[in-house]
């Protein structure tokens, strides 16, 4: 059974895992045997995650390239195809967040937060899966979030984002099923990271808020979604597809703890 959760020989990119998610599923799919491939917006972090995986061990092959940006993707999905081969495992963790009152949110604001969490997505798979396709299937997983099934006062551009990343996962799964083509979702619940420091900082009402609402009483770890992303990406999960995955300690289950 264990074979079952193997990635060995298996080439896996991650965008967006210079740290944060990212870097802690791209280090679970190396731990699985997986080749690892990340990119970052910026030079200085791609050189700083390609030091930090090398401190964990991991020969982690690091490029620059903006996700929003049609022509860098495919010209990067065909570097990589050339220099280490056709990609088996997608990870479409690169994401942003901008917490606006919604009438107070510009267009072009609810538009950064559209192309980096859903359309980017969309760019990166559209350039991995003709090769997936070449080479008998492939894994594609998709970050979704908690914003993927509830809405809260400040993030109306990344609900509608993860909301559309939900159903464009979907349709992946629907659309390449039939060239053994998985694509899932993972909705991670709060967890601590920097894009969720904010409303972890000292005293602030967020904290004592999701502690409320999490049965289990605390954030969440990127080392949380470690087993769940090596078992969506190994082929153990082979007849799960268009499925969103929540890791959320129980949010989603939970009304939240009765005042007393
Ligand atoms: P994070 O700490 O903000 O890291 C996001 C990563 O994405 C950074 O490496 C960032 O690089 C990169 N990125 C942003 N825009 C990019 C672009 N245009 N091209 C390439 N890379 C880009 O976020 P995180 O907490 O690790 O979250 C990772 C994913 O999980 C996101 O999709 C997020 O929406 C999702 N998520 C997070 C939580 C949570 O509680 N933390 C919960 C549910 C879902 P730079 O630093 O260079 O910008
Ligand atoms: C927020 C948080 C959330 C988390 C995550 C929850 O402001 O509510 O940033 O959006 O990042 O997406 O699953």
Redesign the pocket.
């Known amino acids: 059974m264990t074979n079952k959760f193997s990635l060995n020989g298996k080439i896996a990119l991650v965008t967006g895992a210079s740290y944060g998610i990212g870097f802690s599923i791209a280090t679970a799919l190396h731990e699985a045997g997986a080749t690892i491939i990340f990119n970052d917006i910026k030079p200085d972090l791609v050189e700083a995650g390609i030091n930090a995986y090398r401190e964990t061990g991991i020969h982690a092959h690091g490029y620059v390239c903006d996700v929003t940006d049609e022509k860098a993707v495919d010209e990067l999905i065909r570097k990589i195809e050339k220099e280490t081969g056709i990609i088996d495992i997608l990870v479409n963790n690169a994401g942003i967040?901008k917490?606006i009152p919604m009438v107070e949110m510009s267009a072009e604001e609810f538009r950064q937060v559209i192309d980096v969490d859903l359309n980017a997505p969309f760019i990166v798979s559209k350039a991995v899966i003709p090769g997936m396709i070449k080479k008998g299937g492939g894994k594609i997983i998709n970050i979704c979030?908690?914003?993927s099934e509830l809405g809260?006062e400040t993030?109306s551009a990344?609900a509608a984002a993860?909301g559309g990343l939900k159903m464009l996962t979907r349709n992946i799964a629907s659309e390449y099923g039939a060239y053994n083509i998985q694509c899932n979702g993972i909705?991670?619940?709060?967890i601590a990271t920097p894009?969720?420091a904010p409303?972890r900082a000292a005293g602030h009402p967020f904290n004592a808020f999701i502690l409320s609402k999490t049965p289990a009483a605390r954030w969440g770890t990127p080392e949380d979604l470690a087993g769940p992303a090596v078992f969506l990406a190994s082929e153990a999960s082979n007849f799960v597809n268009g499925h969103i995955l929540y890791v959320?300690g129980g949010i989603l289950a939970y009304l939240g703890k009765a005042p007393k």
């Open positions: 967040i917490r979030s908690m914003m809260r993030v990344y993860k909705g991670p619940g709060y894009q969720t409303l959320d």
